[in-house]
């Protein structure tokens, strides 16, 4: 009857350190909780990777450009916001051409859109070439 119990509370007790190396293993691959007053809030590792400290993230596949600005990665060549350099914005009726601002509603090179080129002797108005001539 003895040698009964003894094996039972061994059983027991490899069945229980079995769970606890499992939950242990659970917690390393889930994410880590900040507690908070009124909300439990994930740590998510990838919001660290800015690309004014890892400007190599601009460079992966899926990023909207290879340039860095106010920690976005953003293509100063399209970007109204960022057009040519960092913090040059395009102002209303124009867009970003190949980092340069230009006017699309009035350039005969840009009419309409960026290398939207008007025929010979046609003007671009409102963004259209020979509108109401």
């Not at 917690?27 to 998510?44: D, G, S, V, W």
């Not at 293509?75 to 040059?88: H, Y």
Request: proline content about 3%.
């Amino acid at each position: 009857m003895l040698k009964q119990i003894i094996s039972f509370v061994l059983v027991i007790l490899l069945a229980t350190s079995h769970v606890l190396v499992i939950d242990a293993e659970k917690a390393k691959t889930e994410p880590e909780i900040a507690q908070n007053r009124f909300l439990a809030q994930y740590y998510n590792p990838r919001s660290a990777l800015t690309c004014n400290k890892f400007p190599r993230v601009c460079h992966a596949k899926g990023s909207p450009g290879h340039d860095c600005c106010h920690k976005r990665c953003v293509n100063v060549k399209t970007d109204n916001l960022n057009c040519g350099e960092c913090g040059n914005k395009c102002k209303f009726g124009w867009m970003c051409c190949s980092g340069k601002c230009v006017s699309v509603m009035y350039d005969r090179s840009n009419c309409g859109g960026c290398k939207r080129k008007c025929k010979k002797h046609s003007v671009c108005r409102y963004g259209m070439c020979s509108y109401a001539s």
